[in-house]
């Protein structure tokens, strides 16, 4: 094991797990919670529960047990070797129904299916119905304010539900996961007494442990955040079992710091998972009949695996060019080229996709392997954020408006008939009239065909918060974001033109929402389409006519466009490897 590697396990699990006790709390001596919410036969219940954990607890942990634990690092929580205060049997989930709400990114998807993973394992059940849970689990996002606000509210819905539940003998527990546990903290547990646990997004493993302790009716909590935590090991439970697609996450946390986002905060730091591991997954979903995966990560192709000693070479990484980072150039590992490379090899008819890059990390090698490679989407998501390099440069992001525009150039000449994509954010610390109409000449000159465009939400820890003033008013925010939307749409309506006439390449998905004669599918640049639910050919047998299948590649004639969808007619069933041929 790499050195550092043994110091960082033993941070996670070792002395440092101590912070999660210090977070186990009472609620009888922080609770404001009214006496009628406690029955007093469930306070009885709960109270001796209470004491006979107190007392576990003192005759519990010692000194010497954190420093047992730190000469010899546990890899992750055991089931077997539960900790002191708690036996075996508390930790299983004895058959308790779960209810789990995702909040936000697609990140939180893929967490929420980790968790799901880690309580399936100690014996949880899960339900879709909130009526029947013994644990509610929300996985929360932390990005912007109103993300917040969502789940504050949910939360006093959720108290209803509790208070009524509190007369039965099976008391309901609530859980926060995710960015908020991880921003609030302690916050959470103050501000509603009715939260049972909480767990950082590195605190899944611990999942078990938290709810056994809040069995006893203490709040439990495990913020602690990771250097090394990829949940490499873990196999996400794929939620929708009819689906065609899945998410592969790659790797974790940010290092680039812009100055407006949480991210950083609340993911910690940037980690990749080893690509053995992302191989076996990707082969799994193959052999399950998966036909596309989207590699997933905060910062999807900053990849760095230097898990293999061999490859901690000391060739430091290429940026695309005019780029920089906030950080010192980090060296070795096996990089993003590489992974995207032996992704795409697993099975040529399953289309590979990425997502969320950030724009310094297009080396030509990226590039050329996209162009080159028939099941790499030729759809790339480009974040600009802005397009004023003065705003640029207080976001700290790391290129000018001139190093963005001439990649766009670079990117189109290296990849013909590219999608592009674009976050934006609109009100900035600073920005002016003058910013604000250069974002608005960037949308018209890219002429993106997908965007993501927000109002600035100031965010608490972050460099903005503490160096800029959120001097932009929030009716001007809200201005700025209409026009960018409007202008957005415009030249997404006539980047999407394009396509009419042409021959795509459609991957089905199944029904369209609105109407049951429509198949509904994704292009190659992940533009939904629609075409109507006819017989058509399979070019490899032409005698007998078939029905599209979700998982079916299909050929369409596109024949009109709005910003965001196109319409056609299909032509037959193809394969991805034949249908180069046709485009
Ligand atoms: N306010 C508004 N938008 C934000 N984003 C990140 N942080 C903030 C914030 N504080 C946007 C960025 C990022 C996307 C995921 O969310 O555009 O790319
Ligand atoms: Fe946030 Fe910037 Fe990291 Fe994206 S790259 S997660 S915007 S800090």
């Known amino acids: 094991m790499h050195p550092l590697q043994c110091v960082l396990q033993t941070q996670r699990w070792g002395p440092l797990a101590s912070v999660s006790w210090l977070l186990l709390r009472t609620c009888r001596a922080h609770s404001s919670v009214p006496s009628t919410a406690c029955p007093s036969s469930e306070r009885q219940q709960e109270d001796g529960v209470r004491k006979d954990f107190s007392s576990r607890l003192a005759s519990g942990p010692t000194f010497q047990h954190f420093l047992r634990s730190a000469s010899a690092p546990q890899e992750k929580p055991d089931m077997e070797d539960p900790p002191p205060y708690l036996t075996v049997d508390e930790l299983l989930g004895r058959q308790r129904k779960v209810y789990l709400e995702t909040y936000g990114c697609q990140m939180n998807v893929n967490d929420t299916e980790i968790a799901w993973s880690v309580l399936q394992k100690s014996g949880y059940l899960r339900t879709r119905n909130l009526q029947e849970a013994d644990v509610i689990l929300l996985v929360t996002c932390s990005i912007r304010e109103k993300a917040e606000q969502t789940i504050w509210n949910r939360l ?32 959470i547990l103050n501000r509603e007494k009715m939260v049972d646990i909480l767990a950082g997004p590195d605190a899944y493993r611990d999942l078990p442990r938290l709810l056994a302790v809040a069995e006893s009716g203490q709040q439990a909590a495990n913020v602690l955040l990771s250097l090394d935590e990829t949940y490499a090991d873990i196999m996400p439970v794929q939620t929708s079992p009819s689906a065609t697609s899945a998410f592969v996450s790659i790797m974790r946390g940010c290092d680039n710091m812009c100055s407006y986002c949480i991210v950083p905060f609340t993911r910690g730091r940037e980690r990749s998972r080893p690509v053995a591991s ?10 399950q009949g998966l036909k596309e995966v989207t590699l997933l990560g905060q910062n999807v192709n900053s990849f760095r695996d230097s898990s293999e000693v061999q490859f901690n070479n000391a060739v430091s990484t ?32 399953m289309r590979i996709r990425f997502t969320s890059p950030h724009p310094k990390d297009f080396p030509d090698e990226v590039l050329q392997l996209i162009h080159e490679r028939d099941n790499i989407c030729k759809q790339i998501h480009l974040p600009a954020q802005s397009g004023s390099s003065r705003v640029l440069e207080a976001m700290r992001r790391g290129y000018s408006r001139e190093a963005y525009v001439e990649l766009i150039h670079h990117i189109r000449e290296s990849i013909p008939g590219v999608s592009l994509s674009s976050d934006f954010i609109a009100g900035f610390c600073g920005e002016t009239e003058e910013d604000h109409l250069q974002t608005v000449s960037l949308l018209r000159e890219v002429q993106y065909n997908m965007g993501f465009l927000f109002a600035y939400s100031m965010r608490r820890k972050t460099r903005a918060y503490h160096r800029l003033k959120d001097d932009v008013p929030e009716e001007v925010k809200l201005r700025r974001l209409e026009e960018l939307i409007t202008v957005f749409r415009e030249e997404a309506t006539k980047a999407n033109m394009a396509s009419v006439g042409c021959t795509q390449l459609v991957l089905v998905e199944g029904h369209s929402k609105r109407s049951a004669t429509d198949l509904c599918g994704r292009n190659d640049g992940n533009l939904k389409v629609i075409f109507p639910d006819v017989e058509m050919e399979d070019v490899n047998n032409s005698e007998v006519k078939v029905r599209a299948q979700p998982g079916d590649y299909v050929l369409v004639k596109i024949t009109s466009t709005s910003s965001q969808t196109l319409k056609g007619h299909v032509l037959c069933r193809t394969t991805l490897k034949d249908s180069s041929a046709y485009c």
Request: hydrophobic fraction near 35%; glycine fraction near 6%.
């Open 318 to 349: 290429n940026l695309s060019r005019g780029f920089s980072t906030n950080y010192k150039p980090k060296q070795g590992g096996l990089r993003f080229a590489h992974l995207l490379d032996q992704v795409s090899r697993v099975d040529p008819e």
């Open 156 to 187: 006093h819905q959720l108290k209803a539900l509790k208070t009524k539940r509190l007369r039965s003998q099976v008391p309901l527990r609530i859980g926060i996961l995710g960015c908020m546990a991880e921003r609030l903290k302690e916050e």
């Open 278 to 287: 992302i191989l076996e997954e990707v082969r799994k979903l193959s052999e």
